[in-house]
């Protein structure tokens, strides 16, 4: 599943987004490479959940453009993306899979094979049969982690993954996703928790009423924060 990063770098140019009156990205300019996970951060409404869908191609610029690898967004670029409360279909995990499969274009043969390695590639090996929506939180957020992986994606996107997961449901969470990120998928994160930040991020974003406020390697983020709001985000002072 070593994915080829021809789509790389994602960049965001000069991007807009507007929704009424209310601009929710403000001229975001960003380059997304190679490597280990980008975590984006900020508070509520800060613009992260945008970002993601923007670059999914799921709300268009105002202005601005997003482009992989120097291509203009389109549908041959393969990317997915893993949202805070997934649905799962009425039917087992592994048919949950066999769906996905099917829906990337994996000659039927071939599915219930790569349905069982993406079922263990997220530790859910054994639990094929059980109907999706009787997994745990934990097991469900998994599977559809796995069902992104499905559409063998250079890049995937996680909108707050581990929101709703305990601790040990999340370090499960991070294990897989440190996993995928050492094969070669660039994973782009929105997080509100900062410990995963430290945790997972090769470089941080921080996001402020739709701007980016500073961005850096996660190391140099942390210990030496450059602009007030990041030192205030950091500190846990509110960001109004
Ligand atoms: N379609 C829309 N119409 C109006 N306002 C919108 C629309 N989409 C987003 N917004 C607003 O844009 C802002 C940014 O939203 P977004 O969901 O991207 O933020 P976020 O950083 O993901 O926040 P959270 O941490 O709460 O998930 C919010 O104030 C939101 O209400
Ligand atoms: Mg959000």
């Known amino acids: 599943m070593l994915a080829p990063l021809a789509n790389l770098p994602l960049a965001f140019a000069d991007v807009t987004v507007t929704a009424g009156a209310v601009t929710v990205l403000d001229r975001v300019s960003l380059t997304f490479e190679p490597g280990a996970p980008t975590v984006l951060i900020g508070p ?17 610029p105002t202005r601005g453009r997003v482009s992989y690898g120097g291509h203009a967004l389109g549908v041959a670029q393969r990317r997915a993306i ?117 945790r997972l991020a090769g470089d941080v974003v921080l996001l402020h009423r739709g701007q980016v406020v500073e961005t850096g390697a996660a190391p140099a983020f942390f210990a030496a924060p450059q602009t007030a709001e990041a030192r205030h985000f950091l500190a846990g002072d509110l960001l109004v």
């Open 44 to 60: 509520n409404g800060a613009g992260k959940t945008t970002m993601l869908r923007a670059a999914m191609g799921l709300v268009a």
């Open 82 to 198: 893993v949202f805070q409360r997934p649905t799962m279909l009425r039917r087992s995990a592994a048919a949950n899979l066999r769906y996905a499969l099917a829906s990337a274009a994996v000659p039927r043969a071939e599915r219930a094979e790569r349905a069982a390695d993406l079922l263990a590639l997220v530790g859910l090996a054994g639990l094929g049969a059980r109907p999706a929506r009787r997994l745990s939180g934990g097991e469900q957020q998994r599977l559809a982690l796995a069902r992104a992986l499905a559409r063998d994606p250079t890049v995937l996107f996680l909108d707050e993954p581990t929101a709703s997961l305990d601790p040990a449901a999340t370090k499960a969470f991070e294990d897989v996703i440190r996993t995928i990120a050492a094969r070669g998928i660039k994973v782009v994160m929105a997080t509100h928790d900062l410990g995963e930040a430290r």
